[in-house]
């Protein structure tokens, strides 16, 4: 939150299209895989799922740690990553 | 606890499910008929009514209908936290979402992908619910229990308040986690006061404010997520050069074209000058070699050699 990441700034600043899910700030190779395997292959399935949880960063997060093992400060870039795409493009 | 005076046999199925769980019944998994219900309702709640509510009985009758052999006989309270958490797990999508309206909190979809977490905050808003720290404060008495979780939950969906007491959940290190965080945001805004406060009276007055009032609450939500963002922004501009060195350069710059266009402007001028002259000079000296042959021819001319030439 402090600072973003360039990955964070490429991602947000642009629609999504079809990125993989690695294309989420925090999000890399590890965390990608573990989503890919849960079905989350695509960075909108992972914003699907931030939608269906009415944008809630806490909630969101939450998934994030339980579903790909990431630690809080992926899920927070993450969620947060989202957060402003959607503020931005919703 | 409320004195009915209907029939529980009229009452609406929807409504017997909301008082069996709102008097912490556990309800049978899946659908069921509206008797069902009501003979749920019979068994513990008019019993309760009838006889002193004692949490021994509760706990009796909670055992009863559990159907779990895994609830531990320890201190009430824990066997409470218990069996809610046997409830959480057990509840059906709608019945889950009727809890979460009975504490005023807005949830999503409850599908497949969504139900563990949901299952998990209700956990947490169950389990601390009776123990906030402003029931420290003394005239917090002066409030029900259901109103003040209604006004707690009740002001949006993501308000962490509840949160911070969730100790014995599952994961440690998750629910610390997730507990530090709504710590930094709202709670320190809220709760610290209270606890500052010991007299009460602060403690009253912020309730109704937060309750009644709702908005000033709601306001802060919306600017929470939103001021990560332009603290981001605002260090994305201070990244990018700041404007007093934007002017400065610019004016560097200006400097530096006005000089060269002035030197130009002289090494320019110098040979446009110089050629206007060489050809004023030629034209003069065009003008002086026409008029003298004509001023020559013109008298007597005594020069005779010109005109030979000629």
Redesign the interface.
């Known amino acids: ?4 990441s360039q990955k964070h ?1 490429d991602f947000v600043a642009e629609p999504m299209g079809d990125k993989p899910v690695t294309a989420l700030s925090g999000i890399g190779e590890v965390l990608g895989k573990k989503l890919e395997e849960e079905g989350f292959d695509k960075a909108y399935t992972v914003l699907g ?1 931030f939608l ?3 944008k ?4 969101f997060s ?2 994030l ?2 579903t790909s093992g990431a630690n ?1 400060k992926q899920a927070t870039s993450c969620s ?1 990553c989202l ?2 795409w959607c ?1 931005a493009f919703l | 606890m409320p004195v009915f005076v209907e029939d529980p046999a009229q009452f609406s199925k929807q409504r017997l499910k909301l008082e069996l769980v709102a008097h912490n019944v556990p309800l049978p998994a899946g659908e069921s008929k509206k008797q069902v219900y009501l003979d749920l309702y019979l068994k513990y709640i008019a019993k309760n009514k009838a006889a002193d509510f004692s949490s021994d009985e509760e706990d009796q009758a909670q055992e009863d209908a559990v159907q779990e052999p895994s609830v531990s006989q320890e201190e009430e309270g824990q066997q409470n936290e218990e069996s809610d958490k046997m409830d959480v797990t057990q509840l059906t999508d709608d019945e889950l979402k009727a809890e979460f309206q009975k504490y005023g909190v807005k949830v999503g979809p409850i599908v497949a992908s969504t139900r563990a977490l949901y299952e998990r905050k209700l956990q947490r808003l169950l389990d601390p619910a009776p123990q906030p720290k402003q029931n420290g404060t003394s005239n917090a008495d002066q409030y029900s229990d259901s109103e003040e979780e209604d006004d707690e939950s009740g002001c949006d969906c993501e308000h962490p308040g509840p949160e911070p007491a969730a100790v014995t959940v599952t994961e440690s290190d998750q629910s610390q986690l997730r507990d530090s965080r709504p710590m930094k945001d709202v709670l320190t805004e809220m709760f610290p006061d209270a606890d500052r406060t010991p007299t009460g009276i602060s403690a009253t007055r912020r309730r109704p404010i937060k309750g009644a009032a709702g908005r000033p609450v709601q306001f802060k939500y919306p600017d929470l997520p939103m001021s990560p963002r332009t603290v981001e922004q605002q260090e994305l501009q201070q990244r990018l050069v700041p404007l007093w060195v934007q002017v400065v350069v610019f004016l560097v710059v200006a400097a530096l074209l006005f000089l060269i266009y002035g030197a130009m402007e002289d090494s320019l001028a110098n040979p446009f000058s110089a050629l206007l002259d060489n050809l004023s000079q030629e034209a003069e000296l065009i003008e002086d070699s026409s008029s003298l042959p004509d001023s020559l021819a013109s008298p007597d001319a005594p020069p005779l050699p010109v005109t030979g030439e000629e």
């Open positions: 939150m402090s600072n973003t700034r799922q269906l949880l009415r809630d960063v806490e909630m939450e998934w740690k339980d809080s947060q957060k402003e503020d």
